[in-house]
Nanobody
Framework: VQLVESGGGSVQSGGSLRLSCLAS????????MGWFRQAPGKEREGVAS???????LYADSVKGRFTISRDNAKSTLYLQMNGLKPEDTAMYYC??????????????????????WGQGTQVTVSS
């Protein structure tokens, strides 16, 4: 299994970035995927998760600003980030989630276990 992120960078507050994660080594469309982030001195936190069907879940802190999507034909996961704030500064990780939750429901992002992580891509937002 390999997960390779790209698209991070430095932007000013209010700007946008689009992260991508190319997956390989497994049947991508069958798995729940997610984006997580870790800021310096803080614990890693869930940002958003998406099922193979396209149904998605967001952390309250990014709801309405970030959009998670996937292209199963390209085995690629995306995170479109608009209205970026300095508090969004973190290393962002793509992940293959072990279990998103029961059919028709979700585990909280904080309860999702991750089977595989990407290497991360840095996002820095200046005020």
């Amino acid at each position: 299994v390999q997960l390779v992120e790209s698209g991070g960078g430095s932007v000013q507050s209010g700007g946008s970035l689009r992260l991508s994660c190319l997956a390989s080594g497994f049947t991508y469309s069958s798995y729940c995927m997610g984006w997580f982030r870790q800021a310096p001195g803080k614990e890693r936190e869930g940002v958003a998760s998406i099922r193979g069907t396209g149904m998605s879940l967001y952390a309250d802190s990014v709801k309405g600003r970030f959009t998670i999507s996937r292209d199963n034909a390209k085995s690629t996961l995306y995170l479109q980030m608009n209205g970026l704030k300095p508090e969004d500064t973190a290393m962002y990780y793509c992940a293959r989630v072990q279990n998103c939750g029961p059919v028709g429901g979700w585990l909280p992002l904080s309860k999702m276990s991750v089977a595989y992580w990407g290497q991360g891509t840095q996002v820095t937002v200046s005020s």
